[in-house]
């Protein structure tokens, strides 16, 4: 009785519900920022060398990895994604510095679990969660108001421990938190195929691939362009942040009074876009300068082009081609069983 | 030997202007020569190079009147990657012309595009890379690699398509000198194997002693066309470019020599040294100490490697201070923690009486202001006024004395006219002082300037020292300069700190300094001319501000 009044005072169920709903988002970037952090972001581009059989596939056939884990996860049920990402997980071992590489994936693996997961539980539709467990059990309830947000809200009359019964209670669900679990599993897997692309392949492989198979050179080239400015926008960011701390602007709002604090977080959100225009222009300045240096390496000056490293298929290409192609006819044929695809209800 | 270049009677007219930038300008190059180019920022130095490689008027629309012959050639009539396989090009900023992650594919990116046979393209990558000494880097991302090795890769792709003329445009100004002096010998020794080089640089003490010749441009013509020694008789500093100070020194002996020494071997060998006399350093009373660095370590959020080993510094109130050592040593993010940007991971910093890390907001940008290496980095509004109002907002200084303050600061630093003008719109220069303006508004009594001069000429570098150092005498300020000139260090500070591995490994006046850093050439420092003459006669002095000529 004392703690049903507790958990559902009125300003303990609105922190509780607040926690609960804010608690994904905030752990991503949380995740995102400070275990990877800018460091972290710029061993994403740092190739290392290594010598095991992942190494000398062809990218294009780690890239068709990536594309076939991602649809066979997309089209069949939970259980196939977590062996799928568990078989990919494996794969990891044959990276060469192995630590450092997962000092990057796991929080990126982890965040996108929270960051499905949450989606996932608090939001799934009552009807899809009926028609695949049944029966709903209500853990704890909202204030029936964020039902307009897509909360899950049940139709009928639920229990609800310590509060009794309620009618089309709106709140987090013990189905739904499993089913979000299920989800995120399919992202995960295809997470992780992605990221052992980016770790076992020098990006310039990558495009030179994507051009061997038809991508054009112009799109190649602006990727690679996006791809490689990422290190200097990313330190261009931190310069800029630090000059603006160093003229005294706290980005922390820290005041106790409300209003002081809304007018300091203004001021902060009006400071950070100040930032962004200076970031863009310290990124663009040199706009023309790479384009001259672009076309005085003849740059799309001739129609032909020739490529610094083979990439060419060996057998051993072939022999993952053919597994490949045979998961996606597995997965193809296993989500047609019934009860084992991912539509119209299976998570 | 054979004319490469040859260029008659040269207009140059940038489309939307009505002023020419180069006018009737006439120039031959032999082939195997290397030409310095020196003029002042605007003086078509950077036009004259575009028209050699041909990406004027080709990508950079101008009018071009007169003849061009490079090679034989009509660099208006040739497309420009064709042009390139003649005249390699080198620009400033070295990450606008790096295109790729990884060292060997940049290099053979420009043989890609050109299709060449793949064999062949490996071979050439290869020999490139191992001409600029990059080799063992040839699988390292281009990102990680310092200044001076990022422009070596530039030059190594410009070398793999073989061209007769390298062309380098202010090569050195984004590196530190350890950078600059590695281009610099590369140069040589490319020059040494035959390639014609014209280079532009404003380091002219540095490379003086290795042209053939120098080329000095005022306003869109050649002023002086000579070899070294009697190119620098015609008084390079009425180019606003800085003279080797040997020369200088000369000068002072002897007014009217036609021929003029340019390195130290030089000036001491005409035995002129004998005739100089040297002011002592005024020995400042002491005062009391404004900055207190005690044991700090410091290592960046997220990552494991400790940048600050355990740094101690004292810096008294009043003084001009530089800070100086390769890059990587730990200069910037010393600033950093002074400037309160990050915290100290131990160890302590005590900024007048107050603990740093408890000197928040308002207070601290009323005590130390931070001038940021690149303007751009700091100029955030879209007038100049607003950039000075957004300091002084974070100041807490309103109304009457907020107004006070711009008008002050702006009429000190002749900005005044510049108020309501986009900085991004304004010249290096004018950037460069609305930056210092941005921050000495809030009149702080320590301020921080990291590469002050950086990307200026030396005629804008005197203007905006001197004007510093005016401000600091009528104010009261202390100042710290990060800095890889030593002229300047010589020239302007009371102390000098070392910076090495993340400690401060020496400390003194810039003649301690110096003297020591001959026992360190790891510190990359190069002492100015005018040291090391001084020194040979047993009076060492940093600056030629205390030189005096005996009478004969």
């Known amino acids: 009785?004392?703690?049903?009044?507790?958990?559902?005072?009125?300003?303990?169920?609105?922190?509780?519900?607040?926690?609960?709903?804010?608690?994904?988002?905030?752990?991503?970037?949380?995740?995102?920022?400070?275990?990877?952090?800018?460091?972290?972001?710029m061993s994403l581009f740092r190739f290392i060398e290594g010598k095991s059989v992942i190494y000398r596939m062809d990218p294009r056939v780690k890239i068709l990895l990536s594309i076939i884990v991602t649809t066979v996860a997309?089209?069949?049920?939970?259980?196939?994604?977590?062996?799928?990402?568990?078989?990919?997980?494996?794969?990891?071992?044959?990276?060469?510095?192995?630590?450092?590489?997962?000092?990057?994936?796991?929080?990126?693996?982890?965040?996108?679990?929270?960051?499905?997961?949450?989606?996932?539980?608090?939001?799934?539709?009552?009807?899809?969660?009926?028609?695949?467990?049944?029966?709903?059990?209500?853990?704890?309830?909202?204030?029936?108001?964020?039902?307009?947000?897509?909360?899950?809200?049940?139709?009928?009359?639920?229990?609800?421990?310590?509060?009794?019964?309620?009618?089309?209670?709106?709140?987090?669900?013990?189905?739904?938190?499993?089913?979000?679990l299920q989800i995120t599993f399919r992202a995960v897997a295809a997470i992780a195929s992605g990221l052992l692309l980016i770790f076992s392949t020098p990006p310039s492989d990558i495009l030179r691939s994507l051009e061997k198979s038809g991508l054009p050179i112009e799109l190649g080239f602006t990727l690679l362009l996006a791809v490689s400015s990422v290190p200097k926008v990313l330190e261009n960011s931190m310069i800029v942040l630090n000059s603006l701390k160093a003229r005294g602007v706290d980005f922390r709002p820290r005041s106790k009074n409300p209003l002081v604090f809304i007018r300091e977080s203004l001021f902060i959100i009006k400071v950070v876009i100040m930032a962004l225009v200076g970031i863009v222009i310290l990124t663009l300045r040199d706009a023309r300068q790479i384009a001259i240096a672009a076309d005085i390496r003849a740059f799309r000056a001739y129609r032909k082009r020739t490529y610094y490293r083979d990439i060419r298929m060996s057998r051993m290409d072939y022999i993952v081609l053919v597994l490949l192609i045979a998961l996606l006819i597995a997965g193809i044929y296993i989500s047609g069983l019934p009860g084992m695809g991912a539509v119209p209800y299976n998570p | 030997m054979a004319k490469i270049i040859k260029i008659n009677?040269?207009?140059?007219?940038?489309?939307?202007?009505?002023?020419?930038?180069?006018?009737?300008?006439?120039?031959?190059?032999?082939?195997?020569?290397?030409?310095?180019?020196?003029?002042?920022?605007?003086?078509?130095?950077?036009?004259?190079?575009?028209?050699?490689?041909?990406?004027?008027?080709?990508?950079?629309?101008?009018?071009?009147?007169?003849?061009?012959?490079?090679?034989?050639?009509?660099?208006?009539?040739?497309?420009?990657?064709?042009?390139?396989?003649?005249?390699?090009?080198?620009?400033?900023?070295?990450?606008?012309?790096?295109?790729?992650?990884?060292?060997?594919?940049?290099?053979?990116?420009?043989?890609?595009?050109?299709?060449?046979?793949?064999?062949?393209?490996?071979?050439?990558?290869?020999?490139?890379?191992s001409l600029v000494n990059l080799l063992h880097k040839m699988r390292h991302p281009t990102f990680l690699l310092s200044g001076g090795e990022k422009q070596r890769l530039v030059i190594a792709g410009v070398l793999a398509v073989k061209p007769r003329i390298l062309i380098l445009d202010e090569p050195t100004s984004m590196l530190d000198s350890v950078g600059a002096e590695q281009i610099f010998g590369l140069v040589k020794k490319l020059n040494d194997e035959g390639l014609t080089i014209i280079m532009s640089e404003h380091r002219v003490e540095r490379v003086v002693g290795m042209v053939d010749r120098i080329i000095g441009l005022k306003d869109g013509t050649i002023y002086i066309d000579d070899e070294p020694h009697k190119a620098v008789a015609k008084d390079l500093s009425k180019l606003g470019v800085e003279e080797p100070q040997v020369t200088t020194l000369y000068r002072l002996i002897n007014r009217d020599a036609n021929y003029y020494p340019i390195s130290v071997e030089e000036f001491m060998e005409i035995g002129a040294a004998s005739r100089l006399d040297v002011i002592e350093r005024r020995r400042d009373t002491s005062s009391d100490p404004v900055i207190s660095v005690n044991n700090v370590h410091f290592t960046y959020p997220g990552s494991t490697q400790e940048v600050l080993k355990g740094v101690d510094l004292t810096i008294n109130d009043g003084e001009v201070v530089s800070i100086i050592g390769p890059n990587g040593s730990g200069k910037s993010t010393l600033m950093y923690l002074l400037s309160g940007i990050y915290r100290p991971s131990s160890g302590s910093i005590r900024i007048f009486d107050y603990d740093s890390t408890r000197l928040v907001g308002r207070d601290r940008v009323r005590l130390i202001g931070y001038v940021f290496q690149d303007p751009d980095q700091m100029l955030l509004s879209s007038t100049v006024k607003g950039e000075l109002e957004f300091t002084l907002q974070l100041a807490g200084i309103r109304g009457r004395e907020a107004e006070d303050r711009i008008k002050r600061i702006t009429n000190y630093l002749g900005i005044n006219d510049l108020l309501n003008q986009s900085p991004h719109k304004l010249s290096v220069g004018q950037r460069r002082l609305v930056s210092v303006a941005a921050v000495l508004v809030a009149e702080p009594k320590i301020l921080i300037l990291d590469e002050p001069t950086r990307g200026l000429d030396n005629a804008m570098s005197v203007a905006l020292m001197d004007l510093l150092l005016t401000i600091r005498e009528e104010r009261g300020m202390t100042l710290i300069m990060v800095t890889h000139n030593m002229r300047q260090v010589g020239e302007y500070s009371d102390k000098a700190f070392v910076m090495y591995d993340g400690r401060v490994v020496y400390g003194g006046t810039p003649e301690d300094v110096f003297e020591e850093s001959h026992k360190h050439p790891e510190w990359g420092i190069s002492p100015p001319q005018v040291f090391e003459v001084s020194r040979r006669i047993g009076k060492p002095t940093a600056s030629i501000r205390r030189v005096r000529v005996n009478a004969a």
């Open chain 1, 74 to 180: 997309a089209i069949t049920i939970w259980w196939i994604s977590a062996i799928m990402f568990v078989a990919i997980m494996s794969l990891y071992a044959l990276l060469s510095n192995i630590k450092e590489k997962l000092k990057v994936a796991v929080p990126l693996i982890l965040a996108s679990f929270i960051g499905t997961a949450w989606t996932e539980s608090i939001f799934a539709p009552y009807s899809y969660l009926h028609i695949i467990f049944h029966s709903v059990t209500f853990l704890y309830v909202f204030p029936q108001s964020l039902a307009v947000l897509g909360i899950t809200q049940g139709t009928g009359t639920f229990y609800v421990p310590y509060l009794g019964y309620v009618n089309n209670p709106v709140g987090l669900t013990w189905q739904g938190i499993i089913y979000g």
């Open chain 2, 9 to 129: 009677n040269l207009f140059v007219r940038y489309f939307g202007s009505d002023k020419p930038v180069l006018k009737g300008l006439s120039l031959e190059v032999e082939e195997g020569e290397f030409v310095l180019l020196v003029g002042k920022t605007g003086s078509g130095k950077s036009t004259l190079l575009n028209v050699i490689n041909g990406v004027i008027p080709n990508i950079i629309s101008a009018t071009v009147k007169g003849s061009i012959s490079v090679a034989d050639r009509d660099p208006r009539k040739t497309p420009v990657h064709e042009m390139a396989t003649i005249v390699g090009t080198v620009y400033q900023v070295p990450e606008s012309q790096i295109f790729s992650l990884i060292v060997d594919d940049d290099v053979a990116f420009g043989l890609e595009n050109r299709a060449i046979d793949p064999e062949e393209m490996r071979r050439r990558v290869v020999e490139s890379l």
């Open chain 1, 1 to 41: 009785m004392l703690l049903s009044q507790l958990l559902y005072n009125p300003a303990v169920n609105w922190t509780i519900t607040l926690v609960i709903l804010f608690y994904g988002p905030v752990l991503v970037v949380y995740l995102i920022f400070k275990l990877i952090g800018f460091q972290g972001y």
